[in-house]
C-alpha cells in the first residue's frame, strides 16, 4: 500500500460545479498536512496547508479526518484555471522528516 | 525573495557525457531536496539535505547518480555518466524543515533530455 493514495482522475467538471478530492495516508504519526498545485510544465505550487480543524481560502477548503487518515480538497465554483494536477503531501517523523508526495489527482475544468 | 533558483532551465546532452544540475534554496532555509518527475514515475524524491548533510538518499538510482551540498546556499546533483533513461525534470526544494508545518518551496525545474 502507498504512504499517500490519491485517485489519478481526471476529474472533467464544467465552469461553476463543485468538485472534491480525497486523500489517504498510511501513516498515523504524520505530522502535517498540505495541498499543492501543479500546472502543466511548471512545479509544485502550495495551495494551501490543511489545519486540524480544516481551513478555507476563498473557493478552497480543506479538512483533515485524523481518524480515518484522510485529507480532502473542496472547490468551490470551479474555474477554468482551476484546471491542474493536485498533490496530496504529508509530513511525517519517523526517525527523520519526510514530505511524502501523492500521485495527484488531474482535474480539467470545461467550459 | 527570489525563490528556489535552479540552472540551467533546459539541458540537451547526448549519452555518456556528465551532467550538473545546481540549486540555490531560499535563504533561512535549512532542507534541500531534490527531486524527479517522469509521466511514468510520477514525482520521486531522489536526496534531501538537513543543515547540508545528507539524510537519506534511498532515491538515488545508482552510483552514476551524486549529489553535494558545500554550504548552505549551494547544492549540485550530478549523473555520470548519462543515460536517456535519465530524461526527466528535476526539482529542487527547500524548506525549513523542523516541526510542524513548514511546506516545501520549489524551484522551475531543470528539463534534462539526454540523446
Known amino acids: 500500500r502507498k504512504e499517500v493514495e490519491q485517485d489519478p482522475g481526471p476529474f472533467n467538471v464544467p465552469e461553476g460545479a463543485t468538485v472534491a478530492f480525497n486523500c489517504t495516508y498510511s501513516?498515523?504519526?504524520?505530522?502535517?498536512f498540505f495541498w499543492y498545485r501543479q500546472d502543466c510544465r511548471k512545479e509544485p505550487k502550495l495551495l494551501m496547508s490543511?489545519?486540524?480543524s480544516g481551513n478555507e481560502d476563498g473557493r478552497f477548503t480543506a479538512q483533515l479526518n485524523r481518524a480515518s487518515q484522510y485529507i480532502s480538497l473542496l472547490i468551490r465554483d470551479s474555474k477554468l484555471s482551476d484546471s491542474a494536477t493536485y498533490l496530496c503531501?504529508?509530513?511525517?517523523?519517523?526517525?527523520?522528516?519526510?514530505?511524502?508526495f501523492g500521485t495527484g489527482t488531474r482535474l480539467k475544468v470545461l467550459a | 525573495d527570489a525563490g528556489v533558483i535552479q540552472s540551467p532551465r533546459h539541458e540537451v546532452t547526448e549519452m555518456g557525457q556528465e551532467v550538473t544540475l545546481r540549486c540555490k534554496p531560499i535563504?533561512?532555509?535549512?532542507?534541500l531536496f531534490w527531486y524527479r518527475q517522469t509521466m511514468m514515475r510520477g514525482l520521486e524524491l531522489l536526496i534531501y539535505?538537513?543543515?547540508?548533510?545528507?539524510?537519506?538518499d534511498s532515491g538515488m538510482p545508482e552510483d552514476r547518480f551524486s549529489a553535494k551540498m558545500p554550504n548552505a546556499s549551494f547544492s549540485t546533483l550530478k549523473i555520470q555518466p548519462s543515460e536517456p533513461r535519465d530524461s526527466a525534470v528535476y526539482f529542487c526544494a527547500s524548506s525549513f524543515l523542523a516541526g510542524v508545518g513548514n511546506e516545501q518551496f520549489f524551484g522551475p525545474g531543470t528539463r534534462l533530455t539526454v540523446l
Open positions: 535563504s533561512g532555509h535549512n532542507s
Open positions: 503531501v504529508v509530513k511525517t517523523t519517523s526517525g527523520t522528516y519526510k514530505y511524502i
Open positions: 501513516n498515523s504519526a504524520s505530522q502535517s
Open positions: 539535505f538537513n543543515n547540508n548533510v545528507p539524510i537519506d
Open positions: 490543511v489545519y486540524s
